[in-house]
């Protein structure tokens, strides 16, 4: 089949450097986020992200005409989802996933579904999403028929496509990584197989709907246990009074074993949100799963705990918290322990605190509202007591080591 335009919901971080890729082939993308501002910044040929060279690319496809952006949904041959799938409460224990923005995106798309089309769902899901998916849609277009009740001979397409890439190297790893492609039957992931391999060099692997959302689960799963692993042993290194990254350096020089880096904690929205929808689904079953969660989870009120400590030697004591981010070098906040830190440093009120993040040109609410405001990173070594490294940002990596000698250092990073 002839891709001639497809139409990409949610412009976010995944969704525009996937829309704009596909334009880089030629191939018309109609952009659509309910963000009035983000359409207007696309259709300037800017970027309302930060990720490296995307900028670029969006400059030349929005120059050629090879990609536009739209608030309202527009007939296409493909349809590729990429809304975000946030946790419905904060308090819930088990982090039950909220598929709204998936619900809303369906609703937007099927009055402009035609026969033939294409529907690809790439945001990361809880198991059973594209069969709601198919069925939200079969609820508003009772005139198509779907995969869930004719298969292979159904008038839409849909299958499901996870992204796994990393921030900072989404370009690359859009084209170069392999793409597991869980098509609802054999005809779907047919169609979809033949779209990716227009911009994937990466293998094109063929699975169930089922299995490809668990699939990206399973992966960041695997990370989350190991990052708990790292974190608890750094505490327990606290602890015995050891180097906690001489232990893992020396550790690593045994051919089987590889351990992560620990940190404040786990951020983003992959690896400290997917494992919970495993949790969700199997709360029986997914023990370690759920257990490596909450010692992640934990670990920011631990850092919190070590810098009231930190703070206590100083009358007036004031604490530079280098980084925002959840993760270097990028401007995502997104379930960042390092904004949970600061916001509970600010909430506690018992030193003055400097927030610096070279990524950002403004604090989130939950922090401007408090009156914060951003610091640069020489005022920040300059006025404070305590350094806490929260993110080992380009930035923070190449600042003169002796700055951070007559001062209290808390390193999470291991950059200093």
Sequence with gaps: MPFQT??????????????????????????VDVVKEAVETINAGKIHIVEPDLDIVVRSVVTTGK?????????????????????????????????????SAAKMIAPVLAKGNLVILESTSPVGTTEKLAGW??????????????????????????????????????????????GMSSACSQLATQLYQKFVRGECIVTSARTAEMAKLTENSFRDVNIAFANELSVICDKLKINVWELIRLANRH?????????????????????????????????????????????????????????????????????????????????????????????????????????????????????????????????????VVLVDHKQFKATDRTKFATKVVIDTRGII
């Design 137 to 182: 849609l079969k609820s508003a277009r009772p005139d198509l028929s779907f995969p869930q009740d004719k298969g292979d001979l159904a008038d839409i397409k849909v299958a499901h496509c996870p992204e796994r890439v990393l921030p900072g190297h989404v370009l690359q790893e859009l084209v170069s990584n392999d793409r597991v492609i869980g």
């Design 255 to 387: 051919p089987r074993v590889n351990i992560l880096n620990p940190g404040p904690g786990v951020g983003g929205h992959c690896i400290a949100v997917d494992p919970w929808f495993i949790v969700d689904s199997c709360p029986e079953e997914a023990k370690m799963i759920k257990q490596a969660r909450l010692i992640n989870d934990d670990k920011p009120h631990y850092v919190v705990n070590q810098i009231i400590r930190a703070a206590d030697e100083f009358k007036r004591p004031v604490i530079a918290c280098l980084g925002l981010a959840f993760k270097a070098d990028i401007d995502d906040l997104r379930e960042s322990p390092a904004l949970n830190i600061v916001e509970d440093l600010v909430d506690k009120g018992f030193a003055e605190i400097l927030a610096v993040e070279p990524n950002i040109k403004k604090l989130p609410e939950s922090l401007s509202k408090t009156g914060l405001q951003l610091t640069s990173l020489d005022d920040a070594l300059d006025k404070a007591n305590v350094i």
């Design 67 to 103: 990609l536009r952006a739209t608030t309202q949904a527009e007939p296409a041959d493909v349809f590729m989802v990429a809304v975000p799938t946030p946790f419905k409460q904060a308090a819930d224990a088990n982090h039950s996933p909220d598929l709204s923005y998936i619900e």
């Design 6 to 31: 497809v139409s990409v919901i949610g412009l976010g971080y995944i969704g525009l450097p996937t829309a704009a890729v596909i334009a880089s082939r030629g191939i018309d993308v109609i952009g």
